[in-house]
C-alpha cells in the first residue's frame, strides 16, 4: 500500500523553527520527485518546494526562499521540510506528496499525487 505520513508540526512563535517529516512506505522513494505543499484556512493549496529524485536538485517558492530547506534521506525512505524564522502567515496544514521524475522540478498540485494526510504548522505568539 503506497502511503506518505508527515509529521513533525506543531505551535511555534514567530521566527521559530520546525522540521517537517514525510516518511513513504509502500514504495521507494527514489524514483520520484517529493514535494511539500501547504494549505491555509479559506485558502488554495501551493506549493512550498521540491526535490529531485537523483542529484538533489531543489525548487522553492519566493514566499520561503532563504528560510525554508528540503532534503532527503534515500535510506530511510523520508524527505524532510527544514523551516526557520517562521512568520504567521506560514500556519497551514502541510502536506507531502510525489511527481514522475519525468516532469522535471515544477511546484504544481495537479502533477502531484498520492497525498499524505497533513500535518498543522501553527506560528503564532
Known amino acids: 500500500q503506497v502511503q506518505l505520513v508527515e509529521s513533525g508540526g506543531g505551535l511555534v512563535q514567530p521566527g521559530g523553527s520546525l522540521r517537517l517529516s514525510c516518511v513513504a512506505s509502500?514504495?521507494?522513494?527514489?524514483?520520484?520527485?517529493i514535494g511539500w505543499f501547504r494549505q491555509a484556512p479559506g485558502k488554495e493549496r501551493e506549493g512550498v518546494s521540491c526535490i529531485s529524485s537523483s542529484e538533489g536538485s531543489t525548487r522553492y517558492a519566493d514566499s520561503v526562499k532563504g528560510r525554508f530547506t528540503i532534503s532527503r534521506d534515500n535510506a530511510k525512505n523520508t524527505v524532510y521540510l527544514q523551516m526557520n524564522s517562521l512568520k504567521p502567515e506560514d500556519t497551514a496544514i502541510y502536506y507531502c506528496?510525489?511527481?514522475?521524475?519525468?516532469?522535471?522540478?515544477?511546484?504544481?498540485?495537479?502533477?502531484?499525487?498520492?497525498w499524505g494526510q497533513g500535518t498543522q504548522v501553527t506560528v503564532s505568539s
Open positions: 509502500g514504495f521507494s522513494l527514489d524514483y520520484y520527485v
Open positions: 506528496a510525489i511527481a514522475s521524475r519525468l516532469l522535471g522540478l515544477r511546484l504544481r498540485t495537479a502533477d502531484f499525487s498520492s
